[in-house]
């Protein structure tokens, strides 16, 4: 299994920016796919997940209304659309696959990508 993440980079705050995990190797329809984030110092931290056919998603509770999980299984890739973006959201993003029900807990995920750094500026 490969989950390759992409589209971070330096944003400044109240930006937007769209992250996509690109998955291999796996049948993606199957698997309920997450977002999670580490900041420097703290442990990794659940963003969103969403089901298999994307009409169900979960999200933390201090993240709710700015950020949106979404995903297309013909592309086999899973989104994160972050809006107004706050220093706070400084991370590496991971995305991360797991074939249970949608959950928060890292522990219960089988499959992670490389992550990818979003950096937000004053």
């Known amino acids: 299994v490969q989950l390759q993440a992409s589209g971070g980079g330096l944003v400044q705050a109240g930006d937007s920016l769209r992250l996509s995990c690109a998955a291999s190797r796996l049948t993606f329809s199957s698997y309920v796919m997450a977002w999670f984030r580490q900041a420097p110092g703290k442990e990794r931290e659940f963003v969103a997940a969403v089901n298999w056919s994307g009409g169900s998603a979960i999200y933390a509770n201090s993240l709710k209304g700015r950020f949106t999980i979404s995903r297309d299984n013909t592309k086999n890739t899973v989104y994160l659309q972050m809006n107004s973006l706050k220093l706070e959201d400084t991370a590496v993003y991971y995305c991360?696959?797991?074939?249970?029900?949608?959950?928060?807990?890292?522990?219960?995920?089988?499959?992670w990508g490389q992550g990818t750094q979003v950096t937000v500026s004053s």
């Open positions: 991360a696959a797991d074939r249970g029900g949608l959950q928060s807990s890292a522990s219960l995920y089988d499959y």
